[in-house]
């Protein structure tokens, strides 16, 4: 589920500080046969200390985190600011500190396709662009990782066959790439973890509830309303969320989402919100195209009792 947009962003220059502090050294009288000798030390020493308090910054090493951060929280990548950027900043000394690759987190969902395509493979190339700047910054780059959201497929009544093709074929494209991949069912299964923020039962954020049944009506073919799938796709995040952070406690998490799904993300993890195809779009593969077709054959899926339309 979740949202469905495209949004463009302007960048923000920040100017550098820089300061510059003159300082003059005077000479004591001398005798005339000195003089010249004298006046010539005296020019070099003054020289000396206008280009000491001229001299720029020492160049950063090629392992400083903020010079690394600096290669991927741009523009040209994030949507809008990260939402912690000191936490963010930490995440990548603590990588820096190891000597291990930047480990980020993507969740990939899946759509009415039941096959990888050129959407699909957009989305990696940008990414992929994403990990060479950190690489270009930090040598031993960012890892990759994958969390297939078989669970959110299931639930919005998508066949096994159809979920098992179009993941395996995600895990493929993915290895050919150095990406690691976790299926979220696998995660919730091994952490066992439970809900920390809205258990079940618990009353949802009226505004929440909104934006989840507007994407329940386009993607949620389950056996209820679309209302009842955003609620229990609410609050099957509040427990997945969790697992995540158990399982990746140290890594980035990054989304297609914008902040106004903030709550539904890894509360521990700093979020690095970003476009999903190139600047300006965040529109997520898997529900490309606009106009496809659910899978032919054993990959259909069925929209049994819901009124959602699309």
Known sequence: MSDYESIASDATLRPEDRSANDTELHAGPHRRAD?????????A?????????????QPKT????????????TWAYKREQPSDPQLLLQFVAHAVAREEPVPMLFYWGKGLRCAVDEHDIKCMDFLDSLAHRVAAAYPPGAAMRLILTDTHARLNGHAEVCIRNYFSEVEAEARRRNYACSRLSALVEETQAKAED??????????MLDKLCASALKWYFGGTSAEQG??????????????????????IFATFNSSKFRILFPRRLPIFYMYSLQRGVSVKPWFLP???????????????????KG
């Open 198 to 207: 809205y258990t079940l039962g618990d009353v949802i954020p009226a505004d």
């Open 45 to 57: 020493d003054r020289n000396a200390s206008r280009a000491l308090g001229r001299a720029k910054p």
């Open 35 to 43: 003089r010249n000798a004298a006046e010539r030390s005296s020019h």
């Open 290 to 308: 606009a106009d496809a077709k659910p899978c032919d054959g054993q990959c259909s899926a069925t929209k049994s009792g819901s009124p959602a």
């Open 62 to 73: 090629q392992n400083d985190p903020e010079q690394i951060l600096r290669s991927f929280n």
């Open 230 to 251: 955003a609620i229990i796709y609410f609050h099957m995040n509040m427990i997945e969320k969790r697992a995540v952070e158990i399982a990746f406690p140290d890594a």
